[in-house]
């Protein structure tokens, strides 16, 4: 029985941080593309993210174009996840572990959003062409990835297959670089390495 609430307890506080980590990360991509933030999805992401991060803003300035309080909410954030994580499961991790743990979820999360990002943008240009608040974002945030792509890549019969292109980079990146700095920051962690 024991397995069970341990399991339940671990989704939720997986979902919870999940979802909030995700927040906080379109925030800050956003930020990065200069999207619409009078946009509705911008103005709820401000919303929910304000509370932690005004706090932390006051304490750590920005500094060459970067938004240094949003990198360190991030981290923290995915930080505590990680060790609460743990502590549920009865494991105290390394310190120096869970750091490059950390920093390497943070970017296995910004790649799966710009892959899902991606995903939906295209879907929605198919299916419903023409401009509305949510394509707006996605455009802006996926065009720095896709547009490069996109310019030495002709169109096959009117299709832009460039989006899939950049999915497929992606995914290898993931793959590659990404899940091994998780293994070794989870073998670090767990004083394995």
């Not at 710009?114 to 995903?119: D, P, V």
């Not at 980079?169 to 073998?187: K, V």
Request: hydrophobic share 60%; no cysteine; glycine share 8%.
């Amino acid at each position: 029985m024991g397995g069970y609430f341990i399991n339940a307890l671990l989704f939720l506080i997986s979902t919870i941080f999940g979802f909030y980590l995700f927040a906080l990360l379109l925030r800050f991509l956003f930020g990065l593309v200069r999207a619409d933030f009078y946009n509705p999805l911008s103005v709820a992401l401000v919303k929910l993210t304000n509370p932690l991060l005004l706090p932390v803003r006051r304490v750590i300035p920005g500094y060459g174009g970067w938004d240094w309080a949003m990198i360190v909410t991030l981290f923290a954030v995915q930080f505590l996840e990680i060790t609460i994580l743990g502590l549920v499961q009865g494991r105290i991790y390394g310190f120096f572990g869970i750091i490059i743990w950390s920093i390497a979820e943070l970017f296995g999360h910004t790649i799966n959003i710009f892959i899902f990002s991606i995903l939906i943008d295209a879907l929605l240009s198919w299916i419903r062409p023409g401009p509305n608040p949510i394509e707006h974002l996605l455009y802006r945030l996926n065009y720095p990835l896709v547009n490069p792509v996109r310019r030495r890549m002709p169109f096959i019969n009117g299709l832009d297959l460039s989006p899939f292109v950049v999915i497929i980079i992606l995914q290898l990146i993931s793959l590659l670089i990404i899940i091994p700095l998780q293994d070794l920051g989870r073998a670090l962690a767990l004083g394995w390495a």
